[in-house]
């Protein structure tokens, strides 16, 4: 069954190369994949959040997200799994960026991209969180238009990324309850 999996992973990426790669759109998609390379647009995002003092918490929230988020996947997940990049196996792959210097499993700009878009998603009215939920996705699939994931790098990403983002935001949140418990608890009852 893993075999086929790979067999299925492969044949996608021809597909997407023989079908979808086109010169017109290939400008564009290597802007939207380079936008997120080493974080990029993640990390200048959440620093703007930061700075801005209505947006401050989010920014702070977004940054927590990512950093959960970079540990699991880049730190521990891509070098446990040690997947070799596609372009280095599948046969007739033509690579379209430069090679990357990372194994391939899960793909970090994927989850990246999920984990500050699905805080965004949760915590701002839906006419930004979905918005910059497309965004990610549209980051997640240039990964496979440009060769150096897999669909199943990507989709694992884009569900690790969703769920660091959940996390984050569940645990912030009982954060939130608990400590206004305390505070009630805390305070003296008066006397009439």
């Avoid at 290939?26 to 802007?31: L, Q």
């Avoid at 998603?121 to 939920?133: Q, W």
């Avoid at 949140?173 to 206004?180: L, P, T």
Wanted: glycine content about 6%; proline content about 4%; hydrophobic content about 50%.
């Amino acid at each position: 069954m893993f075999e086929k999996l790979i067999e299925m992973d492969e044949q996608l990426l021809l597909w997407i190369q023989e079908k979808l790669r086109f010169d017109a759109l290939t400008p564009f998609v290597k802007a939207i994949t380079h936008s997120a390379d080493g974080g990029a647009i993640m990390i200048i995002a959440t620093l703007i959040l930061m700075i801005i003092p209505k947006t401050r918490k989010l920014g702070f929230l977004c940054g927590a997200a990512l950093v959960v988020n970079t540990l699991i996947c880049n730190v521990i997940l891509k070098n446990l799994v040690a997947r070799v990049r596609p372009y280095e196996v599948v046969d007739g792959l033509k690579l379209i960026i430069g090679r990357q210097n990372d194994w391939s499993f899960p793909s970090g700009h994927s989850s990246a991209g999920f984990s500050m878009s699905t805080v965004l998603f949760r915590e701002t009215p839906r006419k930004i969180g979905i918005p910059v939920l497309i965004f990610a996705l549209l980051i997640s699939l240039s990964r496979l238009y440009v060769g150096v994931h897999y669909p199943t790098d990507v989709i694992c990403g884009i569900i690790l990324g969703a769920l660091t983002g959940f996390f984050t935001c569940t645990v912030y949140h009982r954060a939130i309850a608990k400590n206004q418990i305390r505070l009630h608890r805390a305070e003296p009852v008066t006397q009439k």
